[in-house]
T-cell receptor, first 113, second 109 residues
Framework: ETGVTQSPTHLIKTRGQQVTLRCSSQ?????VSWYQQALGQGPQFIFQ???????GRGNFPPRFSGLQFPNYSSELNVNALELDDSALYLC????????????FGAGTRLSVL | QKEVEQNSGPLSVPEGAIASLNCTYS??????FFWYRQYSGKSPELIMF????GDKEDGRFTAQLNKASQYVSLLIRDSQPSDSATYLC?????????FGTGTSLTVIP
C-alpha cells in the first residue's frame, strides 16, 4: 500500500469526449507524475507537477493537460479522446528533487470506444 | 534509440536459482535508477533504487550500476514463484522519467 489513490478505477468513454482522472498523493509528497501504460508496454511519462507547477513533460500532445492543487492532489485531463488513448493511466507521487523515488497508485483503466 | 532498453524476455529460471535482469540507458545525465516489479493487471511496485556506481543489496535483491557503460542490472537470488512478474527499469534524467518495456520473468517451481 503506497498511500497513493486514484479514481475512478475504470472508465469507458467514446471517441471525441473529454475525461478527468484524479490522484491523491502520499502524505508529505509534493510531486505528482502521470504515466500512460499501453498493454505490453512500459509506462510512458506524460508530465510531472511540483508544488502546483508543471516542471517536466514527455512527448504527449497539448490535449493532455493537468493540474496540481494546494494539497498536492492532481488531475489529468484528456480532451478529444482517441481510440489510442485506451490504456492504464498511472499516477505516482514523490518528494521530487534529485532522488525522485516514485510510488504508484493502482491506476485508472480507460477504454475509448 | 530508446532512452531505456530491456530484453523483453520471457526469462525463465528454476526456483532457487539466480535471475539476472539487464537494462541500458542512453542519457548520460541520468542520476537516479530504479527497478519496479509489476504483476499482471497491477501497478508498478518499487523494488530497488540506486544512485552510485557499484552494487546495492536489499535482501534477495542486488542492483548493480555502471555509469561508464550506461548499464544497470538487477539480480534476484533464491528466486521464488512469487517473483514471477514483469520487471521494469526506470531512469530519471532531470525532470523526465523513462521506463523500459520490461522483462517478463517466470520462476518455475
Amino acid at each position: 500500500e503506497t498511500g497513493v489513490t486514484q479514481s475512478p478505477t475504470h472508465l469507458i468513454k467514446t471517441r471525441g469526449q473529454q475525461v478527468t482522472l484524479r490522484c491523491s498523493s502520499q502524505s508529505g509528497h509534493n510531486t505528482v507524475s502521470w504515466y500512460q501504460q499501453a498493454l505490453g508496454q512500459g509506462p510512458q511519462f506524460i508530465f510531472q507537477y511540483y508544488r502546483e507547477e508543471e516542471n517536466g513533460r514527455g512527448n504527449f500532445p497539448p490535449r493532455f493537460s493537468g493540474l496540481q492543487f494546494p494539497n498536492y492532489s492532481s488531475e489529468l485531463n484528456v480532451n478529444a479522446l482517441e481510440l489510442d488513448d485506451s490504456a492504464l493511466y498511472l499516477c505516482a507521487s514523490s518528494l521530487g528533487g534529485d532522488k525522485n523515488i516514485q510510488y504508484f497508485g493502482a491506476g485508472t483503466r480507460l477504454s475509448v470506444l | 534509440q530508446k532512452e531505456v532498453e530491456q530484453n523483453s524476455g520471457p526469462l525463465s529460471v528454476p526456483e532457487g536459482a539466480i535471475a539476472s535482469l539487464n537494462c541500458t540507458y542512453s542519457d548520460r545525465g541520468s542520476q537516479s535508477f530504479f527497478w519496479y516489479r509489476q504483476y499482471s493487471g497491477k501497478s508498478p511496485e518499487l523494488i530497488m533504487f540506486i544512485y552510485s556506481n557499484g552494487d546495492k543489496e536489499d535482501g534477495r535483491f542486488t542492483a548493480q550500476l555502471n555509469k561508464a557503460s550506461q548499464y544497470v542490472s538487477l539480480l534476484i537470488r533464491d528466486s521464488q514463484p512469487s517473483d514471477s512478474a514483469t520487471y521494469l527499469c526506470a531512469v530519471n534524467p532531470s525532470n523526465q522519467f523513462y521506463f523500459g518495456t520490461g522483462t517478463s520473468l517466470t520462476v518455475i517451481p
